[in-house]
């Protein structure tokens, strides 16, 4: 596991929980969102904006978001012509906050939202163009449950719902088909993901990718903080968009 990762998403998870009866708007890419309570969203916007913006749409028939959360990839992917979108996410309020932002944006027609434990709400013979899924890279022990709707955003127990996934995501793709996860190598585990892929039969490239420092202590008040920051005190932070290959 990620000491970093496990220690940034704990604390980020309580804060979460803290707010999560608030709804919010926010903006992003030059639009406005809306935000339901429950659905993470706010100081994780940036990393959401990146994603979204990077992923190839051109030419793709059906577009797959998974974990879709406020929906932005979903949407965005209709906005540049994308003419069927699959939106799924095992928390409700986030079906419904997709629905509200696909509406908002005159794509909800090209929009379909499920409530779905990855792809259990799909035909099975249904496949995608492209697929993406922000995923909950912070690697959690193999023995901890997901206590709220908001932990599936942040954890993944031994990277089970990452196997579970990839082994999947390998029988969705279209022919030509590519598939994309929002993904840190600072907080995730990236061994881990590796292996993972490798089962299903997927490498893994770095697509794009930006990185930046943060004062430890800043962060927090956690020694890991402290025993993860360079000469400068300083903590590297990314975000990374992968492309898994076959």
Not at 53 to 77: D, I, Q
Not at 109 to 118: E, F, M, N
Not at 139 to 150: D, F, K, R, V
Request: aromatic letters at 10%; proline letters at 5%; glycine letters at 10%.
């Amino acid at each position: 596991m990620n000491e970093l990762g496990l220690t940034m998403g704990q604390e980020a998870y309580a804060h979460a929980v803290a707010d999560q009866d608030q709804e919010r708007e926010f903006t992003l890419l030059d639009r406005q969102w809306t935000q339901l309570g429950g659905v993470l969203g706010g100081e994780y916007n940036y990393a959401t904006g990146l994603f979204a913006s990077s992923l190839p749409y051109e030419g793709v028939g059906h577009l797959l978001e998974m974990g879709c959360g406020c929906g932005v990839a979903s949407v965005m992917g209709a906005l540049a012509g994308v003419p069927r979108v699959t939106a799924l996410d095992i928390n409700p309020a986030a079906v419904r906050t997709t629905e509200l932002n696909a509406s908002r944006h005159g794509v909800g027609d090209r929009v379909t939202a499920l409530t779905s434990d990855l792809f259990a709400a799909v035909p099975p013979d249904e496949t995608y163009d492209l697929v993406f899924w922000n995923s909950p890279f912070i690697e959690a022990p193999p023995e901890q449950e997901h206590e709220s709707a908001l932990a599936y955003h942040f954890f993944d127990p031994g990277y089970g719902m990452h196997r579970r996934f990839l082994g999947e995501a390998a029988k969705r793709l279209a022919p030509g088909g590519r598939l994309f996860l929002g993904f840190s190598y600072a907080m995730g585990s990236a061994e881990r993901l590796k292996e993972v892929a490798a089962e299903a039969g997927f490498g893994v490239r770095v697509h794009v990718q930006e990185a930046f420092t943060v004062p430890a202590t800043e962060l927090g008040t956690d020694p890991v903080y402290a025993a993860h920051a360079d000469e400068e005190q300083q903590v590297r932070i990314d975000f990374t968009l992968l492309e898994l290959t076959r």
